[in-house]
């Protein structure tokens, strides 16, 4: 069991009358992924609710700041217990066995224009045998096609745009892989969070999206850009795509910085710090 302590500073500057906020910077409670403890602060005096979709179980903190600067700190422990699997156990899902909450990640979205894709991944990928193989081999061919660059896209950057430029941050890559996963008919969904174990060199701890893909009746972590380890990633948020999961939503005039994230692992129950790492299994930390 690994158990992660981090923490999340957010800073804006509001213009008059003020601005609403909607956050989604809250760990989420996953039959894997156990919230041990969590402080919120928010520097305004202002009222604000956390509520939880009931399908999702992303976590919204919502509320309405006047003008003028507001932090925004959250601090969470987590224990994340991974389920694994053998990567040759487990196989695709009949179309037919799909449970209804998960077709909708089946579809084209917003970011994910899979119906756009279909000769591609067909042509790269219909010949190969079915199941979590199939799935690492999309990951790996988005790793290899696309390279990592800081502030080389922007919020409209959709995957049909990355099979074209070639470059993105790790938000593009799992929009491309799950645009493919779902051409050729795999479950797949994206995932926000942040992560321990990141490339230092990318530059200081940063807000994550990878790809959970629904293999064997669960839901399996991929981390398409390859910057990250998928035993460190502590989950936020699952959606369609960035659409459904963004970490903060403004609606007012408001200036922000960089967020300051720190994260570390601790002494679990047993007294043991177990370093995120990469392993050979197939990890989950969500059934269906």
């Not at 213009?15 to 039959?31: E, K, R, V």
């Not at 579809?107 to 079915?130: I, T, V």
């Not at 990951?139 to 922007?154: D, E, G, I, K, P």
């Not at 230092?200 to 972590?221: C, I, M, N, Q």
Request: proline share 7%; with cysteine.
């Amino acid at each position: 069991m690994v158990r992660l302590q981090f923490s999340i500073d957010l800073h804006y500057d509001i213009a008059p009358p003020g601005a609403d906020f909607i956050f989604n910077i809250h760990a989420a409670h996953t039959p894997q992924q156990t919230v041990l403890s969590e402080d919120l602060q928010v520097s305004q005096n202002v009222p604000y609710t956390i509520d939880t979709d009931p399908a999702s179980r992303n976590r919204y903190l919502r509320m309405q700041a006047g003008g003028g600067p507001l932090q925004v700190r959250y601090a969470a422990t987590v224990d994340i217990a991974h389920h694994e699997a053998m990567p040759l156990e487990l196989g695709e899902v009949p179309v037919c066995q799909i449970p209804g909450a998960v077709l909708p990640y089946m579809y084209p979205s917003r970011y994910c224009q899979s119906d756009r894709l279909q000769k591609l991944a067909f042509n790269e990928f219909g010949h190969l045998p079915q199941g979590y193989s199939r799935a690492e081999a999309i990951c790996q061919w988005v790793q290899q096609r696309v390279s990592f660059q800081s502030n080389s896209t922007h919020g409209s950057t959709s995957a049909v745009d990355t099979v074209i430029e070639r470059v993105g941050v790790c938000r593009d890559f799992a929009h491309l892989m799950i645009a493919l996963c779902r051409a050729i008919n795999l479950p797949a969904r994206f995932a926000t969070g942040i992560d321990f174990g990141a490339d230092p060199s990318l530059g200081p701890t940063d807000f994550h999206a990878y790809v959970e893909v629904y293999l064997g009746h669960r839901w399996y972590l991929f981390d398409p850009s390859g910057t990250a380890i998928p035993m460190g990633f502590v989950r936020f948020a699952t959606g369609r795509d960035a659409a459904d999961a963004a970490f903060a939503m403004m609606f007012g005039t408001v200036s922000s910085g960089a967020p300051v994230i720190q994260i570390q692992p601790v002494a679990n129950a047993h007294g043991e710090v177990v370093m995120p790492q990469r392993v050979n299994s197939a990890l989950s930390t969500d059934s269906a």
